[in-house]
């Protein structure tokens, strides 16, 4: 469901039904093709993991390079395992950077603008209305994921957008997977109401503590608001168990970087 790419010295993986949208530029980067050093080597793009902000700039710059835009056309925002959704929806919206504004996900329907998010473990996905050219960018961690922010961004395209779910394609990109991402208690109950529970949680040998399928239950959501499990494309990259190709705060103790996932229409 994912091909490996390359967008100059960046390395990506791209999903299969988003690149069958011609109007659609995408990549789920990897840690791979920028200037950082040692624990964040080499294409990290947070500032706030402790990586000389200097190599940061220098990899948000070649990422412009790479996908043919100016840096101010890059909007990233200040994510804090919340469901709160930032709409982009007028001409002249361009940012490099909203560290201000505090959201866990980007819609809009405006041309030229990458909308991104940055990841070590977390989910990133991506939606897409193929008539409507609306996409969007999640970041969905266990709490978000509890909050139900990827239901929440469907509800948004659909009330506010006027999409149908059917029309919706989804790609769900690398992140921790089932087999390294052990939770407690408090993990279980908080994800109690979302759809599947039984189905993304397996036993673990340490009593009180479970295997979370994240992106599972992101799929499960998907599928509960009505978008089509075919529409649907599914990485199953486990960022833990790919440290060489992916930041993972849980593989590396935390001391890592992260890496860039981004979408954008073209005029």
């Known amino acids: 469901m994912f091909v490996r790419s390359k967008k100059g010295p960046i390395e990506c993986c791209e999903a299969k039904n988003l690149l069958t949208v011609d109007s659609l530029v995408h990549g789920f980067c990897t840690r791979l093709g920028g200037t950082s050093e040692g624990v964040f ?30 840096p101010e056309q890059l909007l990233l925002v200040n994510q804090v395992h919340g469901s709160d959704v930032l709409i982009v929806d007028r001409p002249g919206f361009k940012f490099f950077t909203c560290q201000g504004s505090d959201f866990d996900a980007i819609i809009t ?41 990827v239901a929440k961004v469907v509800d948004v395209m659909v009330g506010r957008f006027s999409c149908a779910a059917t029309d919706i394609l989804a790609a769900i990109g690398p992140a921790i997977g089932p087999c390294c991402y052990q939770v407690d208690e408090s993990v279980y ?43 649907i494309n599914v990485a199953e990259l486990c960022t833990s168990c790919h440290t060489n190709m992916f930041f993972s705060h849980r593989g590396e103790a935390g001391k890592t970087g992260r890496q860039l996932n981004f979408m954008m229409i073209r005029k």
């Not at 979370?212 to 959501?221: E, T, V």
């Open 109 to 149: 329907d405006q041309a030229d603008i990458a909308i991104g998010i940055k990841t070590a473990d977390c989910v990133p996905i991506f939606l897409a209305d193929r008539q409507k050219k609306i996409i969007a960018v999640i970041h969905a961690g266990w709490k978000g994921t509890a909050l139900g922010i």
């Open 41 to 70: 080597s080499s294409f990290n793009v947070s500032s706030r993991t402790g990586d000389d902000p200097g190599r940061v700039r220098k990899n948000l710059g070649i990422f412009a390079w790479a996908v043919g835009i100016e």
């Open 189 to 231: 109950r908080e994800m109690a109401a979302q759809p599947g529970r039984g189905d993304v949680f397996q036993s673990c040998a340490e009593p009180g503590h479970w295997m979370l399928d994240l992106p599972l239950a992101n799929f499960l959501q998907l599928k509960a608001k009505g978008v089509p499990s075919g529409n």
